[in-house]
Structure formats: C-alpha cells, structure tokens
C-alpha cells in the first residue's frame, strides 16, 4: 500500500457543509493525487501536487480546494459540499521516474452528500 | 483529444478462459499506458505498463498488446481464474503529469 492512508474512510454529511479528506503518506514521495471514482466515469483526477504548496487542477476541479503544508499530508476540501460529490475518492502517489508513473492508491473515502 | 476509451464496460469468462480488454486513444502524444487493477472496496493497484516502443509485454499470465498506428492497445489474461474477477482500467500518460483513465471494465471469472 506504499504507506498511504486517507481518513476518514466514511463519511456521510448534509449539502452546505464544508468537509475535509486527509491523505497521509510516509515515504515522502513528491508526487501526490485526488480522484474521484464514479460509476461509468472511472476515475478522474481532482488535483495533484508536486511539492509542498504546489498544486496544480486536475479535470474535476470545480468544487474543490486542496492543500499541501507537509510533504507528508495532501488535504482535499469541500467548501460547501453538494449532492454531486458523493463519490469514493483515492489518494495517490506517484513513485516512478516521471510524475505519473507507477501510482499507488490509498484505500479511499467514501463519502455521502445529503 | 484526451480520451482513453475503454471496453467493453463488463465481461464474462469461463475459468481457463482468455479474457480480453480494449482501449483506444487519439492523443498521440501518450506515452505510457498502465493498466489498473481493482477489486471491490480496495484502491487501483498497477498491474502492467507498456511503451510506445514495445508491441507486446508479458509478464505471467497477464499481456498488453500495443499498436501504436491504430493508437489500441489490449491487455490479455490468459488462463483466467476466479481470483481475477476485479474492474480493470487502462490509462494513458502524457505530458509527465497527466495521466487519463479508461471508465473501466468489470471482469467476472465463472468457476
């Protein structure tokens, strides 16, 4: 599992909220990952980052903010949560030669929007 | 286009059987295509990478074969077993950092 793993595993939560999902890796990788995965989308990428406070969008963007004090915590935020973002979401790293290479994925959150 | 269709979305296979997945892109630019197992309540876990380089690439039972002028590339499973029954997902990699996933294919092995 590369040393990854994303809290809360579950959660449900009410439109309006804000929520925050953790991902916490220990093996110090550069490159880190938010998807979302839907069914009959696949997964999709939300943002990622390449360093401490580099991040970049990912083609789901919209809706969420992530940030990333410490190389070993990238944190995906909600602002106001909505019913189209119940979703799994996985955290990723990237451990191969170039940044997307060779991703291990976290465990994932599944998260519930009333 | 930064597309990677997939398919097909579900398949079913007789155990020992040879189970086939297909994906197309049209970005040229793609240079590395992995392919992604996952079983039910766990993340993706990378199964095989392929090249552009290369046609084909072995390793066990599993085999992606890459045709880069019609830009498909396939993974094959050989011998299937009931412990393969998991979603698949190809990928495509370009850019360095952009990676784009295929919606996937649920494969069910019969015992």
């Known amino acids: 599992d590369a040393g990854i793993t994303q809290s809360p595993r579950h959660k449900v939560t009410e439109t309006g909220t804000p929520v925050t999902l953790r991902c916490h890796q220990t093996?110090?990788?550069?490159?880190m990952y938010w998807y979302r995965q839907d069914p009959g989308h696949g997964l999709r990428l939300i943002h990622y980052s390449y360093g401490v406070k580099d991040t970049d969008k990912g083609e789901v963007s919209d809706g969420y903010s992530v940030s990333r004090s410490k190389t070993e915590d990238f944190l995906l935020t909600l602002e106001s949560a909505t019913s189209s973002q119940t979703s799994v979401y996985f955290c990723?790293?990237?451990?191969?030669?170039?940044?997307?290479?060779?991703?291990?994925f976290g465990p994932g959150t599944r998260l519930t929007v009333l | 286009q930064q597309q990677v269709k997939q398919s097909p979305q579900s398949l079913i296979v007789q155990k020992g059987g040879i189970s086939i997945i297909n994906c197309a892109y049209e970005?040229?630019?793609?240079?590395?295509f992995p392919w992604y197992q996952q079983f039910p309540g766990k993340g993706p876990a990378l199964l095989i990478a392929?090249?552009?380089?290369?046609s084909e690439k072995k390793e066990g039972r599993f085999t992606i074969s890459f045709n880069k002028s019609a830009k498909q590339f396939s993974l094959h499973i050989m011998d299937s077993q009931p412990g393969d029954s998991a979603t698949y997902f190809c990928a495509a990699l370009y850019r360095d950092d952009k990676i784009i996933f295929g919606k996937g294919t649920r494969l069910h092995i019969l015992p």
């Open positions: 093996e110090n990788h550069r490159y």
């Open positions: 970005n040229t630019a793609f240079d590395y």
């Open positions: 990723a790293i990237s451990v191969g030669d170039r940044r997307a290479d060779e991703q291990f």
């Open positions: 392929i090249r552009p380089d290369v």
